[in-house]
């Protein structure tokens, strides 16, 4: 994998912080609403219900306080763009979780609330500065935190996927944050200057080898908007179908995003 780029973007940890605990309090709010034949409803995620789609959800945020329970790593040895190519190495493990946490649970909204409380008193006791050993190596909480905004975002936009009249909304902090750390990613799959990619309001990058645009138009442009970029990101949407739903726009021979998409499976 090609190295990150120099100036990295920076995230403001009060922000992120409080888009995590807003999106995991629109979860558990439109949660408790579903009934026992929704929560057993199929999702686009292999064979998971909605009942294990949400414990997964949970999971994503527990995933902080487990971390923190273990030693603090002695130095950080990974950067916050190394972590959307990592994730796609633990999925067994992580499936196998999820089903046994599923079976376990007899009551989910009273899980997540517990799970919004634990946070907020691990993220008042420790520092953003905290060094937490992840999938991706030794990053620190506020880095940390700002994954936890993909994994809220992209899985609530499975649930609404899979419960007919949901709409479970994105906080925008959680929406932006994601957006530009998916769209930062495909700068560092795709490093050069020939193709510009927007997602407005939140993310503009340069990308894809090739004669690097300085001035005017640039003569490669995609653009589409946050959620189409998060599901192109993490393949719940497949580039030719967006292009063909006119959820993304394209113009030039170098800004066929194909062959680099998804970044995350």
Known sequence: MPPARKRPRTYDPARTRTAVLA??????????????????????????????????????????????????????????????????????????????LAAEIPDIDAHLAEIGRALGRQLDEHPGTRLLATNAGALPLADYLVTRTVELVVHTDDLNAAVPGLAVPCDRQALAAATRLLADALAVKAPGGSTEVRVPPYAVVQCVEGPRHTRGTPPNVVETDPLTWIRLATGRTAWRDALDHAAVSASGERADLGGLLPLMS
């Open 23 to 100: 999106q995991l309090d629109a979860v558990r709010e439109a949660v408790r609403t579903l009934t026992p034949g929704q929560l057993a409803l199929p999702t686009r995620l292999g064979d998971w219900t909605v009942r294990e789609l949400v414990v997964h959800i949970g999971m994503a945020v527990t995933a902080i306080g487990r971390a923190l329970d273990l030693p603090e790593p002695a130095r950080q040895d990974t950067v916050l763009l190394d972590w959307p190519f990592a994730t796609s190495a633990n999925a067994a493990a992580i499936d196998a979780f999820t089903r046994r």
